[in-house]
């Protein structure tokens, strides 16, 4: 299946529309790329290991 290109899409045709489902398109990309980046980042995670040691 051909991916389509919003954004060329719009240059050609000027439509709102096609400029909306450009939009559109990049932000689900961009929510995607955070729901993966989220899934594997533990940075600042605090973890109690509960060994009870006082420093």
């Given at each position: 299946?051909?991916?389509?290109?919003?954004?060329e899409?719009?240059?050609?045709?000027?439509?709102?529309?096609d400029?909306?489902?450009?939009?559109?398109?990049?932000?689900?990309?961009?929510?995607?790329e955070?729901r993966?980046?989220?899934?594997?980042?533990?940075?600042?995670?605090?973890?109690?290991?509960g060994?009870?040691f006082?420093?």
């Amino acid at each position: 299946m051909k991916e389509t290109n919003y954004w060329e899409q719009f240059m050609a045709s000027g439509k709102i529309e096609d400029f909306l489902a450009y939009k559109e398109a990049a932000r689900q990309e961009e929510q995607e790329e955070a729901r993966q980046s989220k899934g594997q980042s533990h940075a600042g995670d605090y973890r109690d290991y509960g060994d009870g040691f006082k420093g």
